[in-house]
T-cell receptor
Framework: DADVTQTPRNRITKTGKRIMLECSQTKGHDRMYWYRQDPGLGLRLIYYSFDVKDINKGEISDGYSVSRQAQAKFSLSLESAIPNQTALYFC??????????????FGPGTRLTVL | SQQGEEDPQALSIQEGENATMNCSYKTSINNLQWYRQNSGRGLVHLILIRSNEREKHSGRLRVTLDTSKKSSSLLITASRAADTASYFCATRMDSSYKLIFGSGTRLLVRP
């Protein structure tokens, strides 16, 4: 969905490097999420944000940090990348109104490889 | 931990046949959603069923929910090669805005 964009789309880095993945959305949604996907597994939630001043840890936040710079931007950082953080990373958004029935809209993903 | 588990993990059918995928979950839910993922791409929302609903239709999709068995099924009728993708169920638990995804079913529709 072009309304949710992620940069970079692919990244290869080395152990110990700091990496930032960026997500931007033009949907005007308040809620934003970061997930990782490993082969054979579903998506696991890393962090989520319900507005600019709200940041929450998900299932697997260790080794990651996030920044919600604006309503439209939500960045994920790996402070010191390690090989088991090699995965496909997805950003998603959802509306605030409508409550828990809201669907999530996903970006195209960032494939990260940590050597 | 995974809340939803799909079954089967992989499914191969001929174009025109129906495809049925199942999802089981562990705790009470507010709603259950199905998403499709084409290879290496983002997920796309297909259909949502609330905990007080038993069946829902959307085009060639039919979803059922059995809260007593903590399970859901997704039926795709008259499948097409373009339906080839991975399908994930995702559950939203009571009073939570987070989605918990299952591990997915990989569907291959042979032309």
């Amino acid at each position: 969905d072009a309304d949710v964009t992620q940069t970079p789309r692919n990244r290869i880095t080395k152990t110990g490097k700091r990496i930032m993945l960026e997500c931007s959305q033009t949907k005007g949604h308040d809620r934003m999420y970061w997930y990782r996907q490993d082969p054979g597994l579903g998506l696991r939630l890393i962090y989520y944000s319900f507005d600019v001043k709200d940041i929450n840890k998900g299932e697997i936040s260790d080794g990651y940090s996030v920044s919600r710079q604006a309503q439209a931007k939500f960045s994920l950082s790996l402070e010191s990348a390690i090989p088991n953080q090699t995965a496909l990373y997805f950003c998603a958004t959802s509306e605030l109104s409508g409550g828990p029935d809201n669907e999530q809209f996903f970006g195209p993903g960032t494939r990260l490889t940590v050597l | 931990s995974q809340q939803g588990e799909e079954d089967p993990q992989a499914l191969s059918i001929q174009e025109g046949e129906n495809a049925t995928m199942n999802c089981s979950y562990k705790t009470s839910i507010n709603n259950l959603q199905w998403y499709r993922q084409n290879s290496g791409r983002g997920l796309v929302h297909l259909i949502l069923i609330r905990s007080n609903e038993r069946e829902k239709h959307s085009g060639r999709l039919r979803v059922t929910l059995d809260t007593s068995k903590k399970s859901s099924s997704l039926l795709i009728t008259a499948s097409r090669a373009a339906d080839t993708a991975s399908y994930f169920c995702a559950t939203r638990m009571d009073s939570s805005y987070k989605l918990i995804f299952g591990s997915g079913t990989r569907l291959l529709v042979r032309p």
